[in-house]
């Protein structure tokens, strides 16, 4: 689905606009645009398209994928099976251990969502030392990943050599992995970002595929000491520059955001994006509002991804209880995502999207008749909801509560304090 097929309704937008109960001529016109993406790599034959741009409801990112320390390719499966069952827009694989080729490959065949990658990682694991890689088997990287079906691929151009200085500013420095490899390359070879240098030819294997290009944000502040600084600014002022050469060479792209920002700098981090980058997709991580709850990111994050999302954000990338802790095993990315799936939607019910709220008006229903399996079905995580109730049940029992002949309660207010039971006796 690239921009050069943009004049026409292919069966990717047509499936988009059914997902948005829109005409598919408004999904047309956004890909013409380029504030619309449908990442759909021609290799990809299991994928189900989507669209990713603010005027769309909100999509929400999974990162899986093993480490040079931990996980293999039946594990990542688990976890892509997890992100996929709680209802994951995309996935990203972002392996940097053995197995990295196999564990794509593994994710490709098995995902109908869209895959994304951050190339420089396999470069890396290739060239074994950040001092080694060149730009050739940057090149080489992207067009086997490209080969292989993933629909879009996070790269960092806009990390240049003069940013370097203003990173050592920093309290945290450069927390991307992607840009920090590159400072450290260009700094040891006095060279200018190759994956800036050699933007060209990275379009043109992106347009021969149909990845999407998302323009990386390797200066993004990690820590709230760092959030809206002029390293992060400088960087986003370049990728605004490079949507704009995608956009002619007719490759679609999306630009990452910032990860750990304060409440009050949400909305003007959305509206400077909108403006230096021709509102092309917005695609944040969090953003995390505050530093000191180790355990809980993704509670932290998914605070910052609703207010990012109402302010324009096009897609959430996840944070799972693990953030700075550690890998992710599936239970966090169940984890993740849920929180996630709140997140994007309580911005879509404000941002009043088509039909956004059905869903909480069918469980109030449900709730109202004490319709217990009918609220399961329709919870965010069926599974979670029956596992609390049960629980519930079972607790009162244990401390002695008596048997009832129905269940028009819950175990916290019991049949005599119910206010749903009590006010439905209101003449």
Known sequence: MSRAKAGEITPAIAAVAAKEYLEPEFIRAGVAAGTIVIPANIH?????????????????????????????????????????????????????????????????????????TVPVYEALARAKSADKLTGELILEVIQDQAEQGVDYMTIHPGLLYDHIPLARKRLLRIVSRGGSILARWMQKNHCENPFYTLFDRILEICAAYDVTLSLGDGMRPGCLADASDEAQFAELKVLGDLVRRCRAADVQAMVEGPGHIPLDEIEMNMKKEQQLCDDAPFYILGPVVIDCAPGYDHITSAIGGTLGAYYGAAMLCYVTPKEHLGLPNAEDVRNGVIAYK??????????????????????????????????FELALDPDRARELRREAIEESSQAGGKPHGDDRFCTMCGPDFCSMRISRELD
Request: hydrophobic fraction near 40%; charge should be positive.
């Open 44 to 116: 990809h034959h299991a994928l189900q398209p989507i669209g990713i741009g603010r005027q769309l409801t909100t999509k929400i990112n999974a990162n899986i994928g093993n480490s040079t320390l931990s996980s293999c390719p039946q594990q990542e499966l688990a976890k892509l099976r997890a992100a996929l069952k709680y209802g994951a827009d995309t996935v990203m694989d972002l392996s940097t251990g053995a197995n990295i080729v196999q564990i794509r490959k593994l994710i490709v065949e098995n995902s109908p969502a869209p895959i994304g």
């Open 342 to 375: 709140i997140a994007a939607h309580a911005a879509d019910i404000a941002r009043k999207r088509p039909f956004a709220r059905k869903r909480d008006d069918a469980i109030s229903q449900a709730r109202a008749d004490f319709d217990w399996e009918k609220q």
